[in-house]
């Protein structure tokens, strides 16, 4: 089984955006990802965050993996497939993402 890794430093302007908000940005960073593509591939995917990113805005979160929950079916599969190498504070940021992106309001949205 194939791993990838996707590396937000790639988006953070080597150390210059601490906080990633938006759901205009988390699209552009799935886009520069290729998300769509990985998401129809077998294997898993490593996300890492950098340490230096103090704040993972449910919007940016998203923009960026929404599409990917949705196309794999529910939480536990996105969560079979991308693995988050994320430090304590983050890890609440990306719960908080994924309970908001699986919430049946975003249905409405």
């Known amino acids: 089984m194939q791993e990838m890794t996707i590396d ?3 988006v953070t302007g080597t150390k210059h955006i601490r906080n990633l908000s ?7 960073a799935r886009q520069h990802f290729c998300l ?3 998401d129809g ?3 898993t995917v490593e996300v890492r965050i950098p340490e230096y990113v103090d704040t993972i805005s449910p919007s ?3 923009g960026l993996f929404s599409q990917s929950i949705a196309a794999l ?5 996105f969560l079979k497939k ?9 890890k609440r940021w990306v719960d908080v993402g994924i309970r908001n992106a699986t919430s049946s309001r975003q249905s409405l949205v």
Do not use: C, T
């Not at 991308?82 to 983050?90: A, C």
């Open 73 to 77: 079916h529910g939480k536990d599969a």
């Open 82 to 90: 991308y693995h988050f190498i994320v430090n304590e504070q983050q």
């Open 22 to 28: 938006g759901k205009e940005r988390g699209i552009a």
């Open 8 to 10: 937000l430093n790639a």
């Open 60 to 62: 940016f979160f998203q």
């Open 41 to 43: 591939q077998p294997g």
């Open 36 to 38: 769509d593509s990985i």
